[in-house]
């Protein structure tokens, strides 16, 4: 499976960003999705996900209520719309595929462990 994560750039504080991650090789349909993100210096860390059917959604605390997760299955794609951007989401931000077909659960989603599959990252920049 090969993840294509595109839509990076820079943007204004307070500005919005949507980022696409194209999915080849597999479909897409029956797994999971996540966006994780490493900033300057810092470990990755979870974003947000979303589960196969696309019913279910998680966020990280910082993100919640400015990010949204979605997926068309239809073309194989998951984005990450970014609302209200802080210089502090100022990172390289990923796409993942989780390696647990068909599940729903919140257990894991969070963890990088439970992805198997990861795209190159598309750099995100937020000017103060």
């Known amino acids: 499976v090969q993840l294509q994560a595109s839509g990076g750039g820079l943007v204004q504080a307070g500005g919005y960003l949507r980022l696409s991650c194209a999915v080849s090789r597999r479909t897409v349909s029956g797994y999971g999705m996540g966006w994780f993100r490493q900033a300057p210096g810092k470990e990755r860390e979870f974003v947000a996900a979303?589960?196969?059917?696309?019913?279910?959604?998680y966020y990280a605390d910082s993100v919640k209520g400015r990010f949204t997760i979605s997926r068309d299955n239809a073309k194989n794609t998951v984005y990450l719309q970014m609302n209200s951007l802080k210089p502090e989401d100022t990172a390289v931000y990923y796409c993942a595929a989780d390696a647990r077909p068909y599940y729903s659960g919140s257990n894991g989603v969070s963890s990088e462990s439970q992805y198997d599959s990861w795209g190159q990252g598309t750099q995100v920049t937020v000017s103060s």
């Open positions: 979303i589960d196969w059917s696309g019913r279910r959604t």
